[in-house]
Structure formats: structure tokens, C-alpha cells
């Protein structure tokens, strides 16, 4: 049986009331209960912070909108801290509302910039609020449907450094936007000294994935704008940072929120991902719809990227989301598929040639190959990019094979 409309399925909202008189509360969740959604209602008594956390209900966490009503009178500073901290526990579904009497013009600028689009009368007048659930409900309908609208993450992890996860991801992000005229974004998320940047001769001196991450509380397209490099083709790019750095990998749940923002941005989103099973890339993993292990056939190669799929499914990754990609394959290599599907325990499902020295000439010159290069290494990858952009969903190359334990 198939699933309604988005537009005719129950919305589901999470009101919170932070540190509201009890009566007033009472209100605002008898107005909100008025409207046709699923409503979880909250109450808490004390302001919040990274070091005073709330604790939230399953509804709350996975509602697809959230209000918060909070009381600026008591203690603003707090109050303006608790927006932020929402704001960014629920970036991109929450709708802030200040709640307070007569507050003055330099109170109000500080609340707008903290994140409150709503500003609320003390005494509560409840036609106020009805208006402004009125507001927040056509502003979330426009929302939906851009959600529904939303692009693919496919993120890249190599086996070991040096197999060409890189040179991959690149090529095949440029054709997205050449030969389909896709609006991608190709982000390196190397803790440090990523490739991406230097491979496609871009300055990547500029800011960088990570500084955008750290801005999630106030992303928006204007600012991401200021944070993007345009390669020739139409490929925008976030780089990495381009000198070893001493700070550690990014929180994951800004991670989360940031790759979320962007995915409504692009129509595919393409993370070049540094190998690892901290929770940074494995926060990556979760968001993305594709998840591409990339190798070749040396038994190095294959023993790492053995040993790194049995460490994510240990992590709680789904296995059906894992795709393994042979780079520099050939007839003649020394490792058979039909060996390397055994030790790994998942389908080759995309093979691309060995194309050393050709890839190796374009990333020396900072110039990507280009579909109209014509050659076996561009069939290969245009192949790829309209299994993915063609009509309908996108599906692996290969029909996926499944294999027990050896």
C-alpha cells in the first residue's frame, strides 16, 4: 500500500515552553492543539545550555517541527543562550518565539540574532499566537516541499590512502554538472591538507568545510555563498583546510545538521571523506544515500578495506548502503573479483579501469578530465554519473549479490 502525500499525511510538531508561567503554558498548548497536528507538548522549568541539556522525548527529537515559547523576562541572557542551544539541537525545523513585556529595542535585536522570528506579548494574548501558528504553518508547507525536493548525499571512503578516492569522487562530480547539468557540490572533508582543491587548480585558501560546520546556528544561502569556490565547469567546492590543523574531527550532530542544510541546496551533495570510523564519518555515512568504498585489486587494498567494512557494520551501518568501487582494475590484475567479493562480503559493483597516468596528468595540472575527452576512462564515468542522474531513482551498476560468512 503506498505511502499519501506528504501534504495529507498528519504533521508532526514538538511545543516547548521554557520557563513560562504555567497558566500561559497551558494556553499556548490549547492554541496549538487547535491545528491538525501530531503535538507533543514540553514544559521545562529552567533555561538551557550545552551544560544544562534538556531532556527531550522520541517525539520531540523526530518532530518535523518544533516551537519553542521562551520567556525573556526572568533572565535574558539565559534566554538568549536557550535559543541559540535550540537552534542548533533543531537547526533548520525550529521556530523560536520570544515571549515578553515591553521589551526594548536593544533586547529585541539581541533575541532576532539569536534565532527568534517571533516575538509574543506579556500578558498572553491568545489571538497573538494563533497568528503566529498561522505564519509558522504556511512558512512549513513551503519547507516540506522543499524537503521533498532534497538532493542525494553520496559520500567516498578509500580503502588506504592512494587508490584514487579522490580523482573518483572529483571526476565524477564534474560530470554530474557537465553532462547532466545537475547543480552539485563537492565537499572535502579531509581533517586536513585534502586533495580536492589542488587536483581541480582552485585556491583553497578560502574558508573551509569545517568553519562551515562550526556556523550551522546561522547557515543560510547567503552565507554558505561566502564559503563556496566555483570551479569552470559550474562544480562549487568546499575545500579543506589547507594547513595541518591541531583541532580534532567535527562534532557530528552540527555535522549532520550542516549536510542536511545542504542536501535542500544541491541536487547531489559528493563528501570526499578522510577513512576512519569516528563519529564524524560515520555521522556522514548516516546522511548519505550512497556510501562508495573505493579500492584496487592489491592485497593491501583489499585486506584494509575488509577490515574497514566489518569496523562500520560493527558501528551499526547498514550493509545495503555500502557500494564497493574497484578502481584500476583490469583482466589481468592479480586479485579476481570473484576473490576480492569473497574477502570483503559485498558486490564489486562499479569497475573502473587502470587509468594511472591519465588521472595522474590532469590532477599534476589542476584540469579534471571532461566528457568531451573521449576515452575509456570518460565512458567509464559518464556511465556512472547517468546511472545516477537518468530518469527515476538512482541504482547501483551491478545487482547486488549477498554472500555469508566465509
Given at each position: ?334 586479485v579476481s573479483v570473484e576473490h576480492i567479493e569473497k574477502a570483503v562480503r559485498l558486490p564489486v559493483e562499479i569497475r573502473i579501469g587502470n587509468y594511472y597516468a591519465e588521472c595522474t ?46
Amino acid at each position: 500500500m503506498e505511502s499519501p502525500p506528504t501534504s495529507q499525511r498528519t504533521m508532526t510538531v514538538a511545543l516547548l515552553t521554557v520557563c513560562v508561567d504555567l497558566a500561559i503554558a497551558e494556553e499556548l498548548m490549547q492554541a496549538a492543539a487547535t491545528k491538525p497536528w501530531s503535538l507533543d507538548c514540553l514544559e521545562f522549568e529552567r533555561y538551557m545550555s550545552p551544560a544544562m541539556r534538556p531532556q527531550l522525548s522520541p517525539e520531540a527529537k523526530s518532530a518535523q517541527a518544533v516551537i519553542a515559547v521562551i520567556d525573556f523576562d526572568q533572565d535574558p541572557e539565559q534566554a538568549i543562550e536557550t535559543t541559540a542551544y535550540l537552534r542548533r539541537i533543531f537547526f533548520g525545523r525550529i521556530s523560536a518565539v520570544a515571549l515578553s513585556r515591553n521589551p526594548d529595542a536593544a533586547l529585541l535585536r539581541r533575541a532576532m540574532r539569536a534565532g527568534c522570528t517571533e516575538i509574543l506579548d506579556n500578558p498572553f494574548e491568545p489571538g497573538q499566537f494563533h497568528s503566529t501558528l498561522n505564519r509558522l504553518e504556511e512558512q512549513w508547507a513551503g519547507n516540506i516541499g522543499k524537503a521533498e525536493r532534497a538532493g542525494q548525499v553520496l559520500s567516498f571512503f578509500g580503502a588506504k590512502g592512494g587508490v584514487g578516492t579522490t580523482t573518483v569522487a572529483m571526476h565524477l562530480a564534474v560530470f554530474l554538472v557537465l553532462s547532466h547539468k545537475k547543480k552539485v557540490l563537492l565537499i572535502d572533508h579531509h581533517r586536513d591538507l585534502g586533495h580536492v582543491c589542488l587536483y581541480l587548480g582552485l585556491d583553497g585558501t578560502r574558508y573551509h568545510f569545517k568553519e562551515l560546520i562550526r556556523n550551522v546556528g546561522r547557515l543560510d544561502s547567503d552565507l554558505l555563498a561566502g564559503f563556496i569556490a566555483t570551479h569552470k565547469s559550474g562544480l562549487h567546492v568546499l575545500s579543506s583546510p589547507d594547513v595541518y590543523e591541531e583541532q580534532g574531527a567535527a562534532e557530528p550532530e552540527p555535522l549532520r545538521q550542516t549536510l542536511q542544510f545542504l542536501r535542500g541546496e544541491y541536487d547531489y551533495v559528493i563528501v570526499d571523506c578522510h577513512t576512519s570510523t569516528a563519529d564524524s564519518d560515520l555521522a556522514v555515512m548516516e546522511m548519505s544515500d550512497y556510501v562508495y568504498l573505493i579500492a584496487v585489486p592489491v592485497i593491501g587494498a583489499i585486506r584494509d578495506l575488509s577490515r574497514f567494512i566489518d569496523g562500520v557494520l560493527q558501528k551499526g551501518q547498514r550493509a545495503e548502503r555500502l557500494h564497493v568501487v574497484m578502481n584500476r582494475y583490469s583482466s589481468q590484475s592479480a586479485v579476481s573479483v570473484e576473490h576480492i567479493e569473497k574477502a570483503v562480503r559485498l558486490p564489486v559493483e562499479i569497475r573502473i579501469g587502470n587509468y594511472y597516468a591519465e588521472c595522474t596528468r590532469a590532477a599534476n595540472i589542476g584540469a579534471p578530465i571532461t566528457p568531451d575527452q573521449k576515452s575509456d576512462f570518460t565512458s567509464e564515468i559518464a556511465a556512472w554519473a547517468a546511472s545516477l542522474a537518468g530518469p527515476g531513482e538512482a541504482k547501483p551498476l551491478a545487482q547486488r549479490k549477498r554472500f555469508g560468512l566465509w
